[in-house]
């Protein structure tokens, strides 16, 4: 099965809205939002039942236990993190504790333990074949990459049949990123003609090329900035990385969103790029040996 991952290098691009056409026109039997810090993608993919919920145990965290406690003073003075404070008892700020272990190590009476904390909450949407794996991460944790690749494992081991998965990415060049390109076939990069576009679209080029990934390039919005859509396509040119096309910017679009459906749904311009992108990129991931790696 071939997965398609879909990313952008920062926010606000069009991302998702183009993952959600996509799926959309492969009818894809399985895909995921692997935007763990803040997914969208079922605001605008239909589910007709309510999600399997697991909840995700990333990093431990420390708890102090006052019957035991001496005041010694050891953790609060070896917590790099500042996350133990006196107010009458010594107590653990969950949100600043790293899990580490230091002050378990240094307490002289084995006062403090290390707990299981709950990261995160994973979602598994199954219906008729059909299969959408996300997840939400939990305000503070720092365990996202490790969600990511949860999500992903857990829209693999759900999938009954199809040929083709399709993954919505996050923006930027961060854990999660980097888990998300961890094994599928092609990256696509939604780009957006602004300095800080070209600039972010740079960084996330560089990422994907770690990985050895087949990486191709759309540009969303290229009307509001012709001249940077120009920049865009000689970048890519000079990296020789396949160009995909071109979507404009489209405020029925944003009617369509606001609606809960995707810009295929409807008769607009932007979805009619999109399709020529579809099609385009299905033509070349699904071509034996097709395509440039980046």
Same mark, same amino acid.
């Given at each position: 099965?071939?997965?398609?991952?879909?990313?952008?290098?920062?926010?606000?691009?069009?991302?998702?809205?183009?993952?959600?056409?996509?799926?959309?026109?492969?009818?894809?039997?399985?895909?995921?939002?692997?935007?763990?810090?803040?997914?969208?993608?079922?605001?605008?993919?239909?589910?007709?039942?309510?999600?399997?919920?697991?909840?995700?145990?990333?990093?431990?965290?420390?708890?102090?236990?006052?019957?035991?406690?001496?005041?010694?003073?050891?953790?609060?003075?070896?917590?790099?993190?500042?996350?133990?404070?006196?107010?009458?008892?010594?107590?653990?700020?969950?949100?600043?504790?790293?899990?580490?272990?230091?002050?378990?190590?240094?307490?002289?009476?084995?006062?403090?333990?290390?707990?299981?904390?709950?990261?995160?909450?994973?979602?598994?949407?199954?219906?008729?074949?059909?299969?959408?794996?996300?997840?939400?991460?939990?305000?503070?944790?720092?365990?996202?990459?490790?969600?990511?690749?949860?999500?992903?494992?857990?829209?693999?081991?759900?999938?009954?049949?199809?040929?083709?998965?399709? %993954?919505?990415?996050?923006?930027? =060049?961060?854990?999660?990123?980097? #888990? !998300?390109?961890?094994? /599928?076939?092609? $990256?696509?990069?939604?780009?957006?003609?602004?300095?800080?576009?070209?600039?972010?679209?740079?960084?996330?080029?560089?990422?994907?090329?770690?990985?050895?990934?087949?990486?191709?390039?759309?540009?969303?919005?290229?009307?509001?900035?012709?001249?940077?859509?120009?920049?865009?396509?000689?970048?890519?040119?000079?990296?020789?990385?396949?160009?995909?096309?071109?979507?404009?910017?489209?405020?029925?679009?944003?009617?369509? %969103?606001?609606?809960?459906?995707? =810009?295929?749904?409807?008769?607009? #311009? !932007?979805?009619?790029? /999109?399709?020529? $992108?579809?099609?385009?990129?299905?033509?070349?991931?699904?071509?034996?040996?097709?395509?440039?790696?980046?």
């Amino acid at each position: 099965m071939k997965q398609l991952l879909i990313l952008s290098g920062k926010g606000g691009t069009g991302k998702t809205t183009i993952a959600s056409a996509f799926i959309k026109l492969a009818n894809a039997k399985a895909y995921a939002d692997c935007d763990v810090d803040a997914p969208n993608l079922h605001l605008i993919t239909e589910q007709s039942s309510q999600p399997r919920k697991t909840d995700y145990y990333g990093l431990p965290k420390a708890e102090i236990n006052p019957e035991l406690c001496i005041e010694c003073d050891r953790c609060r003075q070896n917590c790099r993190f500042d996350s133990i404070s006196v107010d009458k008892k010594y107590k653990v700020d969950p949100f600043a504790c790293e899990g580490c272990g230091v002050c378990k190590a240094v307490c002289p009476v084995e006062a403090i333990s290390l707990k299981p904390a709950v990261a995160g909450e994973l979602m598994l949407y199954a219906n008729e074949g059909e299969v959408f794996s996300t997840a939400q991460l939990k305000m503070g944790s720092g365990t996202s990459g490790m969600l990511v690749t949860e999500v992903k494992k857990q829209m693999k081991s759900e999938i009954v049949n199809g040929n083709l998965a399709i %993954i919505d990415g996050s923006p930027g =060049i961060g854990c999660p990123v980097i #888990a !998300s390109l961890s094994g /599928v076939d092609m $990256v696509l990069i939604v780009a957006e003609p602004s300095i800080s576009g070209i600039s972010d679209l740079e960084r996330i080029i560089k990422t994907a090329a770690k990985f050895g990934t087949m990486t191709v390039i759309c540009i969303n919005k290229f009307d509001t900035n012709v001249e940077n859509t120009e920049k865009i396509e000689a970048l890519c040119k000079k990296q020789r990385l396949t160009f995909m096309g071109r979507i404009p910017f489209d405020s029925n679009a944003v009617k369509a %969103i606001n609606n809960g459906r995707t =810009i295929v749904d409807i008769d607009c #311009a !932007s979805g009619a790029a /999109v399709k020529a $992108v579809y099609n385009k990129t299905m033509k070349l991931l699904f071509e034996e040996g097709g395509g440039l790696r980046s």
